[in-house]
């Protein structure tokens, strides 16, 4: 039985490597924390969603499995 919360190791993996669609993959499962974290006085702030979403990226590609 697989946990759904969890990103298949495979798709790390694939992401760390700068495959495209396993980075998209990666933001699909934190948008809705990247819009929750983006939100103020009930409105989503694009740049800060756009920031965020930039970080997440950099430390995607920047993570090493060899530490």
Do not use: W
């Not at 798709?11 to 396993?22: D, F, N």
């Amino acid at each position: 039985m697989r946990n759904k919360k969890l990103i298949p190791f495979e798709i790390i993996e694939k992401a760390v490597a700068g495959e495209p669609e396993a980075i998209a993959a990666v933001l699909r499962h934190y948008e809705g924390c990247i819009k929750y974290l983006s939100t103020y006085r009930g409105h989503i702030n694009d740049d800060i969603q756009d920031r965020l979403k930039a970080q997440l990226i950099k430390a995607i590609l920047q993570f090493r499995f060899d530490r």
